[in-house]
């Protein structure tokens, strides 16, 4: 699909986005924009090097597309000099290779705080409160009257909200579950989290002058000290080195038998066969997971377990956030393009 073909800037988008904002915008400042409607859901590099071509001057990707040398330098021969994934996580970018190349990258936070933050919301309380299994329960035509053992769940109110990287999301994930559901909070971050602190310290102002029963917060010392004493623990720190399979069997068996675990980072982060073993053996214990270690694919075994709430990597899926997220992918490329500042980079 072509838009604005006497355009003077070659722009390619690897997947169509949504909304027409991020088109106008491109095509409003001379750019030709050409956005790929090859059927397959994942891009090859060798897909992405034909649509680069010989002339390409910015291209906005994806999280499923692998970002390294290979195209960085097609980019870079081919005259392009700005590349934006449509994400806020980069771990598919080798951003040394697009500095080598002089290839600037960017990203797009900030827009899908709030809808990431809700997803991770919402998949705890699902799984604190079994709503998968009781949808499946009453489809299934077994509903044949009220029981008082009936997928009975846990109360979050009182109970304590872990979080693993207060960052953006973590801090708008632990404010919903704290304002939200009254939970206490502990938390874990290598660097300081002035947001989170700002807010927690403002809630417990509140609760004392209405008289309300007040929260408990904590930033902890170590990450274990929060898997030792959540009910439910959210995972929001970035895939890298030093974070792949920072869950393991070790961690998980440290976690309380009937904690709940929730990831909406990415799958990596998980030692997810250890995970499948730890849901066999502690049926209590509940995950619900938005990405996985083999995207698209799972472990075998985690789709028989009725203890795990899965779907397909939608956390940021909310049509506001998701057009924002093309808007911002779009202005990024367009900022190097015609020398304006790229409204995010994640290298600054
Ligand atoms: C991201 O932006 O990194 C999410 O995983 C997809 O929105």
């Known amino acids: 699909e072509v838009w604005n073909p006497s355009g003077k800037y070659r722009v390619i988008s690897t997947k169509p986005m949504p909304g027409t ?13 050409e956005i790929c409607t090859l059927k397959n859901t994942i891009l090859s590099v060798e897909d992405i090097l034909a649509l680069i071509g010989d002339r390409c001057d910015g291209v906005i990707g994806q999280l499923t597309e692998d970002w390294g040398e ?18 806020v996580g980069y771990n598919n970018v080798d951003v040394e290779a697009a500095n080598k190349y002089g290839v600037a990258v960017g990203n797009t936070p900030g827009v899908l705080t709030e809808t990431t933050a809700e997803l991770a919301a919402s998949l705890s309380l699902a799984a604190a409160r079994r709503i998968v299994e009781a949808d499946e329960f009453m489809r299934a035509g ?22 693993i990287g207060a960052g953006r999301i973590g801090s708008a994930y632990a404010r919903m579950m704290v304002e939200g559901f009254k939970m206490n909070l502990i938390y874990y971050d290598l660097y300081q989290a002035t947001r989170l602190e700002k807010f927690v310290t403002a809630y417990g102002q509140f609760l004392k002058a209405n008289g309300e029963q007040p929260v408990t917060w904590k930033r902890a010392s170590s990450m274990d000290e929060v898997l030792q004493e ?8 970035i895939l890298d080195k030093t974070t792949y399979h920072l869950i393991n069997k070790e961690r998980l068996s440290n976690m309380k038998k009937e904690a709940i675990l929730i990831n909406c980072s990415r799958g990596p982060v998980v030692d997810e066969v250890a995970l499948v073993e730890h849901l066999k ?23 028989d377990m009725k203890n795990a709430v899965v779907v397909p990597h939608i956390a940021s899926a909310s049509k506001w956030t998701r057009e924002g997220m093309a808007t911002l992918a779009a202005l990024n490329v367009l900022g190097k393009i015609k020398g304006y500042p790229v409204w995010s980079n994640p290298n600054n």
């Open 21 to 33: 904002r991020w088109i106008r915008l491109l095509t409003d400042q001379d750019c030709r924009v």
């Open 230 to 237: 959540a009910d439910v623990i959210s995972l929001h720190p």
């Open 70 to 87: 290979v195209l960085f330098s097609a980019l870079s021969r081919a005259g392009g000099r700005a590349f934006s994934n449509m994400a």
């Open 142 to 163: 077994l509903y044949d009257g009220w029981l008082p053992n009936l997928f009975v769940g846990n109360l979050l109110k009182g109970q304590t909200v872990g979080v």
């Open 281 to 303: 053996v502690n049926p209590m214990f509940r995950v619900g997971l938005d990405v996985f270690e083999d995207e698209p694919h799972m472990k075998p075994g985690l789709a």
